[in-house]
């Protein structure tokens, strides 16, 4: 006789349930087919599933591709009777699919892989739950907002998996510059989804929402920062004010990024205490030049194009690719003079990689406190002269010239106080 001690001895990983869950799986997935009151709901959902793991444990492949095809029929022929019985139903597409839906996730989870069915049954529950929400967002898009996600997709799904993981070497000789290509791709994403962000804030909060966007996506990558306002000072010139002001918001997330890099690590090996003072007041000077800079009281009406333009996305791209191959001959080149040439390179490209590296080399004793600070600061400051340098791509000159100006004076100030504070 099966007595309790035996089913306590079943293993959690047996087939028997895998099909249980595949049917409370199923079950979910139905729980809004049967609210909408469809012609399937929750019971039929949950047999289907299960239909789908028990051919799957069976391990036959023909029986397996013969279930489906009875769910794909069975799905048909609702579809037609909803097409009889209401008009305004048409042919349930959506009952039909989710139920071929059901029974693939039966398959995963009988396959044993149950990350991958509760990840597919969750998702296809929202899409099914969120079905007004999902439609309204649809039908208010225009076309170049529809293009824009298309393209983004495109760059962010199709492209970037496809380019090779590895680096390559560029160069001969003692000139050698290393190259990641998905580093160098992942930037061109970073700055249409940038855009992205920034348009939808735009859109609800006008011209102070670049400002918005810079500081947070400064937090990621200021560098991209500049390619997003680039591209909208390109579409509207009059919000030139709000993204000299975003610029500037993305240098204090930079410098706030950098100095949490340098305190938090360095707990064991004694805090770099002298860097608080200058990048603090590169965070604040950044903020109160931007307050003054854009006129906050204004209400400035912006009616962006599109979310962001391929054309200048790849055209910063290739403009950040250059800046990465230029510094990192000059490297190789200038590589005698230290550690702190280095750190000025790097800080073209990644001010947060150089404080890293910095950090590290403190850690294990290869630099002093000293030397550590001032190869972040000097990062720092890199990363805020391309910022203003790469401005000057902008048709606009006077937005280059107001970015260039206010760069210059934060940088004098920090200079200031890194003096002040070394005395």
């Known amino acids: 006789m099966f007595g309790v001690a035996q089913l306590g001895s079943i293993p959690l990983d047996t087939q028997v349930l895998r099909i249980l869950l595949a049917g409370v799986l199923g079950m979910f ?180 929402g670049i400002a918005v966007t810079g500081f947070f996506g400064g937090l990621a990558s200021s560098t991209a920062v500049v390619g997003a306002m680039l591209d909208h000072v390109k579409q509207r010139p009059a919000a030139s004010s709000y993204a000299v002001a975003a610029i500037l918001l993305a240098d204090a997330a930079m410098a706030a990024r950098n100095l949490v890099i340098a305190l938090l690590f360095t707990f064991e090996t004694g805090l770099l205490i002298g860097a608080v003072a200058p990048l603090g007041a590169v965070i604040l000077g950044s903020v109160a030049i931007a307050a003054y800079t854009a006129d906050w009281t204004e209400n400035l009406e912006m009616e962006l194009d599109s979310p962001f333009s391929l054309r200048n996305v790849l055209g910063f791209g290739g403009l950040f690719l250059l800046v990465v191959v230029t510094g990192g001959l000059a490297a190789a080149q200038f590589g005698r003079l230290g550690f702190y040439v280095t750190a000025a390179l790097t800080g073209l490209v990644s001010s947060a990689g150089a404080t890293t590296s910095a950090v590290i080399l403190y850690r294990g004793g290869g630099l002093s406190a000293e030397a550590a600070v001032l190869a972040v600061l000097i990062a720092t400051a890199s990363s805020i002269v391309v910022k203003a340098g790469l401005t000057f791509a902008s048709p606009n000159r006077d937005f280059a010239v107001k970015t260039a100006t206010v760069s210059t004076v934060l940088l004098v100030a920090a200079g200031a106080v890194t003096i002040a504070a070394t005395i």
Do not use: C
């Not at 799957?56 to 909803?82: H, K």
């Not at 039908?139 to 393209?151: F, I, K, N, Q, V």
């Open 29 to 208: 997935l139905g729980l809004e087919r049967e609210w909408s009151h469809k012609s399937a709901g929750v019971r039929t959902f949950s047999l289907i599933s299960i239909l789908g793991a028990a051919f799957t444990v069976v391990g036959s492949v023909p029986l397996v591709v013969v279930g489906g095809v009875l769910v794909i029929v069975q799905g048909a022929l609702l579809a037609v009777r909803g097409l009889m019985e209401d008009e305004e139903e048409g042919l349930s597409l959506t009952t039909s699919m989710s139920m071929l839906v059901a029974y693939g996730v039966g398959t995963l989870v009988a396959s044993g892989l149950t990350l991958e069915a509760v990840t597919v049954t969750v998702f296809s529950a929202l899409l099914l739950v969120l079905k007004r929400e999902l439609h309204s967002f649809a039908w208010g898009m225009t076309r170049d907002e529809l293009r824009s996600a298309a393209e983004f997709a495109i760059l962010a799904f199709v492209i970037y998996p496809l380019l090779p993981a590895q680096s390559y070497d560029i160069g001969t000789g003692n000139l050698v510059v290393e190259i990641e290509p998905r580093v160098i791709w992942l930037m061109v994403v970073t700055v249409a989804g940038i855009g992205i962000i920034n348009y939808a804030v735009v859109q609800n909060y006008g011209g102070r």
